[in-house]
């Protein structure tokens, strides 16, 4: 009985089939080696993100933890008490009313605020500006007025929601109510902010170079997302943007 020869593989056979194999395992480890070093570097990423809002976080609660304490050292001065005591029974007593503007100018702490005003929280003086550092007396906006009544009723100061005109300075206030011993409000003090001159670029600021970070402060305003702040990367965007809740595409 004959049996078929088999043809031997061709010169080179072997060294074509092992440099295809090693081809191939290089390919396959460098595919793993890319895919673990992106999701590493996504986990980073996400670490970095995580620990910047953390850090945001707590400037803008170390920032309000100031204005509250601030508007509670100045009501709560006895001699603060006092003189607004006496102003409220002889308000054109002239000596009492400069030593009054003066301690309002003191609790502006240099720039820190923009204004000090003492409003009246009693009988026909309710919302009415008594005292005031600047030119002219500033007004009392919907949201501060809001913020005075809660003041009054509670035993802590309390912010003002975000106000101001459209385009122009987007204001904040923090009221205490100035109270007599017996704890009865007298009036009320107003520290007024500009959140555009320290608040909102604390929050727009990025610490690292990125051509895409982007930090909002958000508030829910009925069905609408408000965004009371210029964007960093869009600036033509209004100072008080609005997106509906229903754009499902905004990460607001």
Same mark, same amino acid.
């Given at each position: 009985?004959?049996?078929?020869?088999?043809?031997?593989?061709?010169?080179?056979?072997?060294?074509?089939?092992?440099?295809?194999?090693?081809?191939?395992?290089?390919?396959?480890?460098?595919?793993?080696?890319?895919?673990?070093?992106?999701?590493?570097?996504?986990?980073?990423?996400?670490?970095?993100?995580?620990?910047?809002?953390?850090?945001?976080?707590?400037?803008?609660?170390?920032?309000?933890?100031?204005?509250?304490?601030?508007?509670?050292?100045?009501?709560?001065?006895?001699?603060?008490?006092?003189?607004?005591?006496?102003?409220?029974?002889?308000?054109?007593?002239?000596?009492?009313?400069?030593?009054?503007?003066?301690?309002?100018?003191?609790?502006?702490?240099?720039?820190?605020?923009?204004?000090?005003?003492?409003?009246?929280?009693?009988?026909?003086?309710?919302?009415?500006?008594?005292?005031?550092?600047?030119? =002219? $007396?500033?007004?009392?906006?919907? +949201?501060?007025? &809001?913020?005075?009544?809660?003041?009054?009723? @509670? %035993? !802590?100061?309390?912010?003002?929601?975000?106000?101001?005109?459209?385009?122009?300075?987007?204001?904040?206030?923090?009221?205490?109510?100035?109270?007599?011993?017996?704890?009865?409000?007298?009036?009320?003090?107003?520290?007024?902010? =500009? $959140?555009?001159?320290?608040?909102? +670029?604390?929050? &727009?600021?990025?610490?690292?170079?990125?051509? @895409? %970070? !982007?930090?909002?402060?958000?508030?829910?305003?009925?069905?609408?997302?408000?965004?009371?702040?210029?964007?960093?990367?869009?600036?033509?965007?209004?100072?008080?943007?609005?997106?509906?809740?229903?754009?499902?595409?905004?990460? =607001?």
């Amino acid at each position: 009985m004959r049996f078929a020869k088999t043809k031997a593989p061709p010169d080179g056979f072997f060294g074509l089939l092992a440099f295809a194999i090693i081809a191939l395992a290089l390919l396959s480890g460098g595919v793993g080696f890319y895919r673990h070093k992106a999701q590493q570097i996504g986990v980073d990423q996400h670490r970095v993100i995580a620990a910047i809002g953390l850090l945001k976080s707590g400037q803008i609660q170390s920032w309000r933890k100031e204005r509250l304490a601030d508007a509670s050292a100045t009501a709560r001065k006895s001699f603060f008490r006092r003189e607004v005591r006496e102003f409220l029974r002889n308000p054109n007593n002239p000596k009492l009313r400069a030593e009054l503007q003066e301690r309002l100018q003191i609790s502006k702490k240099g720039d820190i605020y923009q204004s000090s005003l003492l409003i009246g929280v009693q009988g026909g003086l309710v919302g009415q500006v008594l005292l005031h550092t600047e030119r =002219s $007396a500033a007004p009392i906006d919907p +949201p501060a007025r &809001q913020a005075i009544a809660q003041a009054v009723a @509670s %035993a !802590e100061p309390v912010f003002s929601d975000f106000f101001g005109p459209t385009s122009g300075s987007t204001q904040i206030d923090v009221v205490a109510a100035v109270r007599d011993a017996d704890g009865q409000p007298l009036a009320a003090v107003v520290l007024r902010s =500009s $959140a555009d001159a320290f608040l909102f +670029p604390m929050i &727009q600021d990025w610490p690292l170079p990125s051509h @895409s %970070a !982007e930090t909002m402060l958000v508030l829910r305003a009925g069905s609408d997302a408000l965004i009371p702040h210029r964007l960093r990367h869009q600036a033509a965007t209004a100072p008080r943007w609005r997106p509906p809740l229903t754009n499902a595409a905004l990460p =607001s």
